[in-house]
């Protein structure tokens, strides 16, 4: 009987108490956010216009390389398309002998 009766103390004492439930005290976790300032040919990634690329190539890379380009995607957001692309003008811009190269071939092809 006595059970019962200090059961419903327990009862009457926990309504008499206001309804606020206790502060929990867990940390929320927030996801990083990317850096505002971001290098410069990152900006001139996410600048470079592919609207009017048309062709396509078929392209292998290594392990560690294809898993770099996924890692630079999600860091970034620039896709490997785009990367791809910019890095092949670069280098051809950067080593014009290379353009020399392929006209020479050409033009042997053409005799």
Known sequence: MNEIKSLADQVRSKLA???TPPEKTTAIKKK???PAVLSAI???LRAYDIANHKSMAHIRFDGQTAQML???KMA???EITRLVCFSVKQLFDQNPELKTIIKQHIQKLEL
């Open 17 to 19: 108490q206001p309804d």
């Open 32 to 34: 990083a956010d990317k």
């Open 42 to 44: 990152v900006e001139q």
């Open 70 to 72: 996924h890692h630079f």
């Open 76 to 78: 970034t957001g620039v």
